[in-house]
């Protein structure tokens, strides 16, 4: 049964740093681009990037470009997403995604999700 | 970069109702085109891929068509337990973009 399993909640104050894990089972992890995914309270899904485990190759959204720093360890099949200082404004619910590539690409597993609190 | 938009942004149906949901690409996007149901509080989860395909144990009164710009999630009879919102999401080389999504509830 293939499982993405993910970091548990997080409070954290502005300019902290933080970094969350998502760990991957029941597939050959490093087989599958993994993705992050940010819903703010109230608010729609939003891509944030992409890695291949495989051998770390690593996509940006424009939007999250420089603000996050995707990574992965495929001896732990885990992927990271991390922040070098927090802000109020990272307060979201984000979710890692297995992703398929089949007739273009989709999000077909979906980890239970991280929510993060940014907070002074 | 495309943009995705969505209509309705939300709707009423009656139980048993057929519902139809769009969903528009700025750009063609071929066949690449995802649909995905959130439930209140809920992990989204993948109904559709590439354009028309049903996820391995989607009820099949789910179903999606269109290619190019223009592109429907329909759901021949609406269930109680469809409450949600429901986003389409594009793949290209640029990246992937959802659509704002439409926010389905019961009449």
């Known amino acids: 049964e293939v499982q993405l399993v993910q970091s548990g909640a997080e409070v954290k104050k502005p300019g902290e740093s933080l970094k969350i894990s998502c760990k991957g089972s029941?597939?050959?992890?490093?087989?599958?681009?993994i993705g992050w995914v940010r819903q703010m309270p109230g608010k729609g899904l939003e891509w944030m990037g992409i890695?291949?485990?495989?051998?770390?190759?690593?996509r940006y959204s424009p939007s999250f470009q420089g603000q996050v720093t995707i990574s992965a360890d495929k001896s732990i099949s885990t992927a990271y997403l991390q922040w070098s200082s927090l802000k109020a404004s990272d307060t979201a619910m984000y979710y890692c995604?297995?992703?398929?590539?089949?007739?273009?690409?989709?999000?077909?597993?979906w980890g239970q999700g991280t929510l993060v609190t940014v907070s002074s | 970069d495309i943009q995705m938009t969505q209509s309705p942004s939300s709707l009423s149906a009656s139980v048993g109702d057929r519902v139809t949901i769009t969903c528009r690409a700025s750009?063609?996007?071929?066949?690449?085109l995802a649909w995905y149901q959130q439930k209140p509080g809920k992990v989204p989860k993948l109904l559709i891929y590439?354009?028309?395909t049903l996820q391995s144990g989607v009820p099949s009164r789910f179903s999606g068509s269109g290619s190019g710009t223009d592109f429907t999630l329909t759901i021949s009879s609406l269930q109680p337990e469809d409450v949600a919102t429901y986003y389409c999401?594009?793949?290209?080389?640029?990246?992937?973009?959802f659509g704002p999504g439409t926010k389905v509830d019961i009449k």
């Open positions: 995604v297995r992703i398929t590539m089949v007739r273009g690409a989709h999000f077909d597993y």
């Open positions: 029941g597939y050959s992890f490093t087989s599958y681009w």
């Open positions: 890695i291949y485990p495989g051998d770390s190759d690593t």
């Open positions: 750009q063609g996007i071929s066949n690449y």
């Open positions: 590439a354009a028309s």
């Open positions: 999401q594009k793949y290209n080389s640029a990246g992937f973009t």
